[in-house]
């Protein structure tokens, strides 16, 4: 095997090594006692024929018995814990993987897509550490049967010979058709699993729209070809089942009949002519590689699924530090010919802004023409293809994490509520904060009075909570509030908001942010106004900057706010907090 899969697959290997060694001893020591189990039966009968020792090989015969059975037993409960580490080891790389990139990639079913894939594909991938341990070690009886039966007469172990060409072909054969098979299996589960994830995540949108018979006609869409590739999947284990089934029994009733004839003729005992047969049943037992190949199968290409998060480059974070002790000092922010090109496109062409300490400025501009993308990388949620973004005028790839952390805040239009409580989700990143300092968050980003009426307050249960968007971001705005920093980054935090509360909660970041540098993207043309300075973004360039007064003058600038107020008056006549 070759590529990202297999290099993935070793990867969980190394990491579940000690889990790994000790599954091999257990397996070696069980099939020890497995293949030493005929000798010493045939042993046994020996004495009995001959009437001296047979007390002596029958306890041998049980002792081998019960370590054979513990080992297996005990052997089968540490595959599964390697195999649940393993399933732990792929999630855990692929997740972090994505979440660490910063700019994961793209595709069907969002979020929820990327989830479904990563546990489906990590839940194949992990049968990979014990699939290659059992095939490896289900060679060992097989060679260790075929000595014996060479041993014991060589009539016998060339009849058992003669068959194992056939079965290796049948093995290789099976190898190759069912990679490929199981490969098509999981990317069409996977189709599945990422269209199911985008239909629920937009089901207002499908219910509002009335496209509801469309959206299932496309989920399950990919539901034949899924099926159509099981079927063939089961048709292959079924044949080469047939084959094994149709090939060992004339195997083992021709090593049989072969001990049979050397038996009469007096050169096999008939405790050896015993042995021969749980040898030849043993040695039979290759046919179970089919299930270890075929799980092989599963785990390669489980582990391909997950190629495209294993190889994103982590953020990378420096040991820089910032200038300035104090966390109420804004922190000057500039951009050097920044480009961001995002699937051959490009977001961001030349820009340069410069953002003083203590200042605020507003992004504004159309849909798509990159202010989420600026605040984004002032905040070094990922870095620019070219171009340089500086803090306070050191690298923001040189700073590390530690410095990012203390002296940077973001609030965003759409926050992710995680934690267990209304506490948990307001005091996220900020370390050490209390109920107090928790409360004191929300009464600056008014969100208080909404919490106190939640059935336990701020220990309410994020998942039993229904929340107005408006809702949503005043949660999102007591988040960025809890902590002090030194630059806060507003990412179209009060689109949901009345222009009433967006005032108070604009009051009470100056207040509770003094001195920090703030930065708004702002679709609002009294959010621009309050600002310092406006930075006017087209198409992914600069277009102009300075004051919002100073631009209201220009014609292009004035129709971008009244197409945003006609727009927005149309979804939402009424204007209120949603």
């Known amino acids: 095997m070759g590529g990202t899969g297999t290099r993935l697959l070793r990867a969980a290997a190394r990491a579940q090594a000690a889990g790994a060694a000790v599954l091999v001893a257990t397996s070696c020591v069980s099939a020890a006692a497995q293949l ?17 020792g047979f007390g002596r090989w029958l306890v041998a015969c049980l002792a081998l018995v019960v370590v054979y059975v513990a080992f297996e037993a005990y052997g089968d409960y540490r595959a599964g814990v390697v195999q649940a580490s393993s399933a732990l080891f792929f999630r855990r790389t692929a997740a972090s993987r994505l979440v660490s990139a910063g ?97 629920l995540g937009g089901a207002r949108t499908i219910a509002a729209s009335h496209t509801l018979e469309r959206e299932v006609s496309r989920v399950v869409e990919p539901l034949p070809r899924l099926r159509r590739s099981g079927h063939a999947l089961w048709r292959l284990q079924a044949k080469v089942t047939a084959q094994g089934n149709a090939l060992f029994p004339l195997l083992n009733v021709a090593v049989v009949a072969t001990a049979g004839v050397e038996l009469a003729r007096g050169r096999v005992s008939s405790g050896q002519m015993l042995a021969v047969a749980e040898y030849a049943s043993i040695g039979t037992g290759l046919g179970m590689t089919v299930l270890f190949v075929n799980q092989l199968a599963r785990a390669r290409s489980g582990a391909e699924q997950l190629e495209p998060y294993a190889v994103l480059p982590p953020m990378e974070y420096g040991t820089a530090e910032l200038p300035g002790p104090a966390p109420t000092t804004g922190l000057g922010v500039e951009l050097r010919d920044v480009i961001v090109r995002r699937a051959g496109r490009i977001v961001l062409s030349g820009v340069d802004i410069a953002v003083p300490p203590g200042g605020a400025v507003a992004l504004v501009g159309r849909s798509g023409s990159g202010k989420s993308t600026v605040a984004a990388l002032m905040g070094r949620l990922f870095d620019p293809d070219r171009g340089s973004v500086l803090l306070d005028g050191v690298p923001a790839r040189t700073l590390s994490r530690g410095a990012l952390r203390r002296s940077v805040v973001f609030a965003f239009e759409r926050p992710e509520l995680i934690g267990d409580t209304v506490a948990d989700t307001i005091a996220m990143g900020a370390s050490n904060a209390t109920l107090e300092d928790v409360a004191r968050a929300a009464e600056l980003a008014r969100a208080a009075s909404f919490i106190e009426k939640m059935p336990d307050g701020y220990r309410t249960g994020v998942e039993s909570m229904v929340l107005s968007g408006g809702e949503m971001q005043r949660l999102g705005l007591a988040r960025a509030f809890i902590r002090p920093a030194r630059l806060v980054l507003l990412d179209d935090a009060t689109s949901s908001l009345d222009m009433a509360t967006e005032y108070e909660i604009d009051q009470a970041l100056t207040a509770g942010t003094s001195g920090a540098t703030r930065v708004i993207v702002a679709h609002r043309a009294s959010s621009a106004a309050r600002a310092d300075t406006v930075v006017w973004l087209d198409g992914g360039r600069v277009r102009a900057t300075g004051t919002h007064a100073d631009l209201w003058e220009l014609p292009d600038y004035r129709a971008m706010f009244q197409d945003r107020t006609e727009h927005r008056e149309r979804q939402d006549p009424t204007g209120v907090d949603q």
């Open 36 to 52: 030493a189990l005929p000798a010493v039966l045939g042993k046994a009968v020996d004495a009995l024929v001959g009437g001296i």
């Open 103 to 199: 700019s994961g990639p793209r595709g069907e079913g969002g979020p929820g897509g990327f989830a479904a894939r990563i546990l489906e594909s990590a839940a194949a991938a992990a049968m990979g550490t014990n699939a290659a341990v059992w095939l490896a070690l289900s060679l060992l009886p097989a060679l260790v049967s075929l000595f014996m039966l060479w041993w014991t007469d060589v009539w016998i172990g060339l009849v058992f010979s003669s068959g194992l060409p056939v079965v290796a072909w049948c093995l290789r054969s099976f190898a190759v058709d069912s990679s490929l098979l199981v490969t098509r299996y999981l990317e069409e589960q996977s189709t599945v699993s990422s269209r199911l994830a985008e239909a």
